[in-house]
Protein backbone atom coordinates (compact mmCIF):
# COMPACT_ATOMS: atom_id res chain seq x y z
CA UNK A 1 0.00 0.00 0.00
CA UNK A 2 1.90 3.16 -0.93
CA UNK A 3 0.21 5.02 1.90
CA UNK A 4 0.69 2.65 4.74
CA UNK A 5 1.37 4.33 7.84
CA UNK A 6 0.16 7.62 7.10
CA UNK A 7 -2.29 10.25 8.64
CA UNK A 8 -4.27 11.66 6.09
CA UNK A 9 -7.07 15.22 6.49
CA UNK A 10 -9.85 15.70 4.02
CA UNK A 11 -12.35 18.33 4.44
CA UNK A 12 -15.53 18.59 2.47
CA UNK A 13 -16.47 14.60 3.13
CA UNK A 14 -19.34 14.51 0.85
CA UNK A 15 -20.39 11.11 -1.24
CA UNK A 16 -18.47 13.15 -4.20
CA UNK A 17 -14.86 14.45 -4.60
CA UNK A 18 -14.14 15.00 -1.35
CA UNK A 19 -15.57 11.15 -0.08
CA UNK A 20 -14.07 9.90 -3.03
CA UNK A 21 -10.81 11.12 -2.22
CA UNK A 22 -10.97 9.91 1.19
CA UNK A 23 -11.78 6.86 0.50
CA UNK A 24 -8.70 6.24 -2.06
CA UNK A 25 -6.17 7.50 0.63
CA UNK A 26 -7.70 4.77 3.17
CA UNK A 27 -7.55 2.32 0.25
CA UNK A 28 -4.21 2.79 0.48
CA UNK A 29 -3.48 1.93 3.79
CA UNK A 30 -3.99 5.74 5.16
CA UNK A 31 -6.23 6.80 8.06
CA UNK A 32 -8.10 9.85 8.04
CA UNK A 33 -9.52 12.34 9.83
CA UNK A 34 -13.17 13.09 7.47
CA UNK A 35 -13.65 16.84 8.38
CA UNK A 36 -17.01 18.65 6.89
CA UNK A 37 -19.49 21.38 8.00
CA UNK A 38 -22.40 18.67 8.10
CA UNK A 39 -22.17 16.17 10.74
CA UNK A 40 -23.57 13.46 8.34
CA UNK A 41 -20.88 13.88 5.76
CA UNK A 42 -18.30 13.50 8.17
CA UNK A 43 -19.71 10.45 9.98
CA UNK A 44 -21.20 8.74 7.72
CA UNK A 45 -18.09 9.01 5.23
CA UNK A 46 -15.56 7.70 8.33
CA UNK A 47 -17.88 5.01 9.07
CA UNK A 48 -18.02 3.25 5.73
CA UNK A 49 -14.23 3.60 5.55
CA UNK A 50 -14.16 1.61 8.56
CA UNK A 51 -16.53 -0.87 7.62
CA UNK A 52 -14.16 -1.69 4.82
CA UNK A 53 -11.18 -2.45 7.46
CA UNK A 54 -9.94 1.11 7.28
CA UNK A 55 -9.27 3.56 10.20
CA UNK A 56 -11.30 6.60 10.18
CA UNK A 57 -12.62 9.33 12.65
CA UNK A 58 -15.46 11.80 11.97
CA UNK A 59 -14.68 15.90 12.39
CA UNK A 60 -17.91 18.32 12.20
CA UNK A 61 -15.58 21.71 11.43
CA UNK A 62 -16.43 25.15 10.16
CA UNK A 63 -13.38 25.65 8.11
CA UNK A 64 -13.49 29.39 8.47
CA UNK A 65 -13.28 28.83 12.01
CA UNK A 66 -9.48 28.93 13.65
CA UNK A 67 -10.54 27.52 16.62
CA UNK A 68 -12.53 24.79 14.98
CA UNK A 69 -9.78 24.26 13.14
CA UNK A 70 -7.09 24.04 15.18
CA UNK A 71 -9.43 21.42 17.57
CA UNK A 72 -9.90 19.62 14.10
CA UNK A 73 -6.42 18.97 13.62
CA UNK A 74 -5.58 18.15 17.32
CA UNK A 75 -7.95 16.09 16.89
CA UNK A 76 -6.96 14.44 14.66
CA UNK A 77 -3.43 14.14 15.97
CA UNK A 78 -4.71 12.41 19.15
CA UNK A 79 -6.76 9.56 17.07
CA UNK A 80 -3.71 8.67 15.52
CA UNK A 81 -0.43 10.89 16.08
CA UNK A 82 -0.11 13.43 13.25
CA UNK A 83 -1.04 14.22 10.38
CA UNK A 84 1.24 13.62 6.97
CA UNK A 85 -1.61 14.55 3.79
CA UNK A 86 -4.00 17.12 4.06
CA UNK A 87 -6.46 17.70 1.16
CA UNK A 88 -8.34 20.82 1.07
CA UNK A 89 -11.32 20.46 -0.47
CA UNK A 90 -14.21 22.34 1.04
CA UNK A 91 -16.59 24.42 -0.99
CA UNK A 92 -19.65 25.02 -2.01
CA UNK A 93 -21.74 26.16 -4.96
CA UNK A 94 -23.65 29.54 -5.14
CA UNK A 95 -24.19 30.26 -8.99
CA UNK A 96 -24.47 33.91 -8.60
CA UNK A 97 -22.33 36.52 -10.95
CA UNK A 98 -21.19 40.24 -9.99
CA UNK A 99 -24.18 41.92 -10.89
CA UNK A 100 -26.42 40.16 -8.44
CA UNK A 101 -24.44 38.51 -5.77
CA UNK A 102 -24.73 39.65 -2.26
CA UNK A 103 -21.57 40.89 -0.64
CA UNK A 104 -22.40 38.03 2.23
CA UNK A 105 -22.59 35.54 -0.11
CA UNK A 106 -19.23 36.76 -1.62
CA UNK A 107 -17.30 36.71 1.31
CA UNK A 108 -18.67 33.57 2.38
CA UNK A 109 -17.92 31.54 -0.62
CA UNK A 110 -14.30 32.83 -0.57
CA UNK A 111 -14.30 32.27 2.91
CA UNK A 112 -14.67 28.55 2.79
CA UNK A 113 -12.52 28.17 -0.21
CA UNK A 114 -9.75 30.34 0.53
CA UNK A 115 -9.53 30.72 4.33
CA UNK A 116 -10.37 27.16 4.88
CA UNK A 117 -7.33 25.87 2.83
CA UNK A 118 -5.49 28.65 4.51
CA UNK A 119 -5.95 28.01 8.37
CA UNK A 120 -5.87 24.17 7.49
CA UNK A 121 -2.65 24.56 5.64
CA UNK A 122 -1.58 26.91 8.34
CA UNK A 123 -2.05 24.76 11.52
CA UNK A 124 -1.11 20.91 9.70
CA UNK A 125 1.90 22.68 8.77
CA UNK A 126 2.71 23.84 11.59
CA UNK A 127 2.49 19.56 13.12
CA UNK A 128 4.49 18.36 10.26
CA UNK A 129 6.84 20.68 10.88
CA UNK A 130 6.55 19.56 14.55
CA UNK A 131 6.70 16.34 13.35
CA UNK A 132 9.85 16.44 11.54
CA UNK A 133 8.68 13.88 8.73
CA UNK A 134 7.54 16.36 6.25
CA UNK A 135 4.35 15.83 4.31
CA UNK A 136 1.87 16.49 1.43
CA UNK A 137 -0.84 18.93 1.06
CA UNK A 138 -3.28 19.19 -1.77
CA UNK A 139 -5.48 21.62 -2.88
CA UNK A 140 -8.28 21.11 -5.12
CA UNK A 141 -9.39 23.17 -7.69
CA UNK A 142 -11.81 23.26 -10.63
CA UNK A 143 -11.36 23.82 -14.38
CA UNK A 144 -13.82 27.10 -13.00
CA UNK A 145 -10.99 28.56 -11.64
CA UNK A 146 -8.59 27.90 -14.69
CA UNK A 147 -11.45 29.64 -17.33
CA UNK A 148 -14.11 32.44 -16.69
CA UNK A 149 -17.73 31.19 -16.24
CA UNK A 150 -20.47 33.43 -16.10
CA UNK A 151 -22.70 33.72 -12.87
CA UNK A 152 -19.98 31.86 -10.67
CA UNK A 153 -18.31 34.87 -9.61
CA UNK A 154 -16.93 33.68 -6.31
CA UNK A 155 -16.12 29.93 -6.88
CA UNK A 156 -14.56 30.95 -10.63
CA UNK A 157 -12.30 33.54 -8.03
CA UNK A 158 -11.88 31.25 -5.09
CA UNK A 159 -10.78 28.63 -7.04
CA UNK A 160 -8.08 30.68 -9.03
CA UNK A 161 -6.72 31.99 -5.89
CA UNK A 162 -6.21 28.24 -4.65
CA UNK A 163 -3.70 28.28 -7.61
CA UNK A 164 -1.65 30.55 -6.37
CA UNK A 165 -1.64 30.17 -2.92
CA UNK A 166 -0.76 26.48 -3.84
CA UNK A 167 2.23 27.58 -5.51
CA UNK A 168 3.37 30.53 -2.57
CA UNK A 169 2.54 27.96 0.15
CA UNK A 170 5.05 25.15 -1.54
CA UNK A 171 7.98 27.95 -1.80
CA UNK A 172 7.17 28.76 1.65
CA UNK A 173 7.59 25.40 2.78
CA UNK A 174 9.67 23.27 0.60
CA UNK A 175 12.89 23.50 3.06
CA UNK A 176 10.61 21.93 5.90
CA UNK A 177 9.92 18.88 3.13
CA UNK A 178 6.64 19.67 2.87
CA UNK A 179 5.05 19.62 -0.37
CA UNK A 180 2.35 21.61 -1.79
CA UNK A 181 0.29 20.48 -5.02
CA UNK A 182 -2.96 21.32 -6.52
CA UNK A 183 -5.39 18.76 -8.20
CA UNK A 184 -8.12 20.38 -11.07
CA UNK A 185 -11.27 18.12 -11.48
CA UNK A 186 -13.72 18.90 -13.63
CA UNK A 187 -17.35 18.67 -14.30
CA UNK A 188 -18.22 14.97 -12.70
CA UNK A 189 -19.57 12.05 -13.84
CA UNK A 190 -22.61 11.96 -10.70
CA UNK A 191 -23.38 7.65 -10.99
CA UNK A 192 -20.20 6.74 -8.85
CA UNK A 193 -21.76 9.61 -6.06
CA UNK A 194 -25.21 8.05 -6.23
CA UNK A 195 -23.45 4.65 -5.60
CA UNK A 196 -21.26 6.02 -2.76
CA UNK A 197 -24.42 7.55 -0.86
CA UNK A 198 -26.35 4.42 -1.33
CA UNK A 199 -23.56 2.19 0.08
CA UNK A 200 -23.57 4.89 2.98
CA UNK A 201 -26.91 4.28 3.57
CA UNK A 202 -28.54 7.39 2.46
CA UNK A 203 -31.82 7.35 0.24
CA UNK A 204 -30.79 8.13 -3.27
CA UNK A 205 -33.65 9.18 -5.61
CA UNK A 206 -31.89 9.18 -9.24
CA UNK A 207 -33.86 11.86 -11.64
CA UNK A 208 -33.76 10.81 -14.90
CA UNK A 209 -32.87 14.86 -16.14
CA UNK A 210 -29.86 14.12 -13.70
CA UNK A 211 -27.99 12.29 -16.92
CA UNK A 212 -29.06 14.41 -19.69
CA UNK A 213 -27.70 17.89 -17.48
CA UNK A 214 -24.39 16.19 -17.48
CA UNK A 215 -24.42 15.57 -21.55
CA UNK A 216 -23.31 18.73 -22.40
CA UNK A 217 -20.07 18.65 -20.45
CA UNK A 218 -19.88 15.14 -21.50
CA UNK A 219 -19.91 15.98 -24.80
CA UNK A 220 -17.47 19.61 -24.40
CA UNK A 221 -14.31 17.52 -22.98
CA UNK A 222 -11.67 15.73 -25.60
CA UNK A 223 -12.46 12.45 -24.23
CA UNK A 224 -16.00 12.36 -24.38
CA UNK A 225 -15.86 10.86 -20.86
CA UNK A 226 -16.07 13.06 -17.46
CA UNK A 227 -13.90 11.81 -14.42
CA UNK A 228 -15.17 10.02 -11.03
CA UNK A 229 -14.49 11.23 -7.72
CA UNK A 230 -12.22 7.48 -7.90
CA UNK A 231 -10.04 9.08 -10.33
CA UNK A 232 -9.53 12.07 -8.50
CA UNK A 233 -8.87 9.73 -5.78
CA UNK A 234 -6.09 7.86 -7.73
CA UNK A 235 -4.63 11.19 -8.54
CA UNK A 236 -4.37 12.21 -5.21
CA UNK A 237 -2.99 8.96 -3.64
CA UNK A 238 -0.13 9.64 -6.32
CA UNK A 239 0.61 13.51 -4.92
CA UNK A 240 0.38 12.59 -1.76
CA UNK A 241 2.69 8.80 -1.74
CA UNK A 242 6.62 8.78 -2.55
CA UNK A 243 5.70 8.61 -6.25
CA UNK A 244 5.64 12.10 -6.01
CA UNK A 245 8.52 12.81 -3.98
CA UNK A 246 9.96 15.61 -6.42
CA UNK A 247 6.83 17.14 -7.33
CA UNK A 248 5.57 20.05 -5.37
CA UNK A 249 3.96 23.56 -6.62
CA UNK A 250 2.19 21.94 -9.83
CA UNK A 251 -1.18 21.79 -10.49
CA UNK A 252 -2.40 18.15 -11.55
CA UNK A 253 -5.16 18.35 -14.12
CA UNK A 254 -7.64 15.35 -14.26
CA UNK A 255 -10.25 16.81 -16.22
CA UNK A 256 -10.85 14.77 -19.31
CA UNK A 257 -8.66 16.96 -21.44
CA UNK A 258 -10.99 20.38 -20.60
CA UNK A 259 -8.72 23.02 -20.00
CA UNK A 260 -6.42 22.01 -22.97
CA UNK A 261 -8.95 21.77 -25.71
CA UNK A 262 -8.95 24.73 -28.26
CA UNK A 263 -12.26 26.39 -27.51
CA UNK A 264 -13.40 26.67 -31.20
CA UNK A 265 -12.45 22.63 -31.76
CA UNK A 266 -15.66 20.60 -31.19
CA UNK A 267 -14.28 17.00 -30.08
CA UNK A 268 -17.59 15.22 -31.20
CA UNK A 269 -16.57 16.01 -34.48
CA UNK A 270 -15.56 13.50 -36.47
Sequence with gaps: MKLSGKVALVTGTSPNIGGGIAQSLAAEGAAVACVDSRAENAADCARYIGSTGGRAIAITTDVTDERQVMSAVAAAREAFGGVDILVNNAAFFNRKGVLDM?????????????????????????????????????????????????????????????????????????????????????????????????????????????????????????????????????????????????????DLRVDAGAIARYWAWDPTSK
Excluded at 185 to 204: C, H, K, Y
Design 102 to 250: PLDDWQRQLAVILSGAFLFTKHVSKLMIEQKRGGSIINIISTAGHQGEPNNIAYCTGKSGLLNFTRSAAMELVGHGIRVNSLTPTATDPSESLERAARWGRQVKVSPALKHAFEPFRTKVPMLKLPSPSDYGRAAVFLASDDAGMITGI
